[in-house]
């Protein structure tokens, strides 16, 4: 079961908004890119990106159980992840921004070494898995049946968009230091839009039926 054209393109957006957000991640290749170079930065981008499909099999695993055992506890776990999302959403709408990349110092790094060095940073990290059990349950629609295979494209997607604007940041990542640094309101901003995005994706999520 393919998605269809509105879970595509709304989950799509979604997913951009959040990850060109200011965050660890982003950070980080941000800070690789700037201190160590393009190429380093857009390894550790990319790790950083796949590190996503561990945690879209965890989902998937996850929902297709869910659904399967029982109906109710699959809405029990979309209105705790509504719940989460409006957490995280009222945070970002909370913070003052800011948002600076850490400069990192430490010795040359192979460009395998820092691939890798991304995808265990994110695969293990205990926070991307509770966001991805929260995120993709909204856009899975139960009623058309392939929970699983539904999720499974919905991390897909989200894997393949961060890839690709991790691997832009790492290439771009002095332009897009110097200008984050000249426009210091530029990572508030961003914040805002990314918490009105998870605010209302919760409140969705809630009220769904």
């Given at each position: 079961?393919?998605?269809?054209?509105?879970?595509?393109?709304?989950?799509?957006?979604?997913?951009?908004?959040?990850?060109?957000?200011?965050?660890?991640?982003?950070?980080?290749?941000?800070?690789?890119?700037?201190?160590?170079?393009?190429?380093?930065?857009?390894?550790?981008?990319?790790?950083?990106?796949?590190?996503?499909?561990?945690?879209?099999?965890?989902?998937?695993?996850?929902?297709?159980?869910?659904?399967?055992?029982?109906?109710?506890?699959?809405?029990?776990?979309?209105?705790c992840g509504g719940l989460?999302?409006?957490?995280?959403?009222?945070?970002?709408?909370?913070?003052?921004?800011?948002?600076?990349?850490?400069?990192?110092?430490?010795?040359?790094?192979?460009?395998?070494?820092?691939?890798?060095?991304?995808?265990?940073?994110?695969?293990?990290?205990?926070?991307?898995?509770?966001?991805?059990?929260?995120f993709l349950p909204q856009?899975?629609?139960?009623?058309?049946?392939?929970?699983?295979?539904?999720?499974?494209?919905?991390?897909?997607?989200?894997?393949?968009?961060?890839?690709?604007?991790?691997?832009?940041?790492?290439?771009?990542?002095?332009?897009?230091?110097?200008?984050?640094?000249?426009?210091?309101?530029?990572?508030?901003?961003l914040d805002r839009a990314?918490?009105?995005?998870?605010?209302?994706?919760?409140?969705?999520?809630?009220?769904?039926?």
């Amino acid at each position: 079961m393919m998605l269809t054209p509105e879970q595509f393109f709304g989950f799509l957006a979604a997913a951009m908004l959040i990850t060109a957000s200011p965050g660890p991640d982003n950070l980080m290749v941000l800070g690789v890119g700037m201190s160590r170079g393009r190429a380093q930065g857009i390894a550790f981008g990319l790790g950083c990106a796949l590190g996503c499909l561990s945690h879209t099999a965890l989902a998937a695993l996850g929902v297709s159980a869910l659904i399967a055992a029982s109906p109710t506890a699959f809405s029990v776990l979309k209105m705790c992840g509504g719940l989460y999302l409006v957490w995280l959403g009222m945070q970002a709408l909370r913070s003052r921004g800011g948002a600076r990349a850490a400069s990192v110092t430490a010795p040359d790094e192979s460009l395998r070494k820092l691939f890798a060095k991304g995808l265990f940073a994110n695969a293990i990290n205990p926070k991307v898995v509770l966001f991805f059990l929260s995120f993709l349950p909204q856009f899975v629609i139960a009623e058309r049946g392939g929970a699983s295979w539904q999720t499974v494209q919905l991390g897909v997607i989200f894997t393949l968009q961060a890839a690709l604007l991790f691997g832009l940041l790492g290439y771009f990542s002095g332009a897009v230091g110097h200008w984050l640094h000249r426009r210091p309101r530029a990572g508030l901003w961003l914040d805002r839009a990314a918490g009105t995005i998870f605010v209302a994706l919760g409140v969705r999520l809630i009220f769904a039926r």
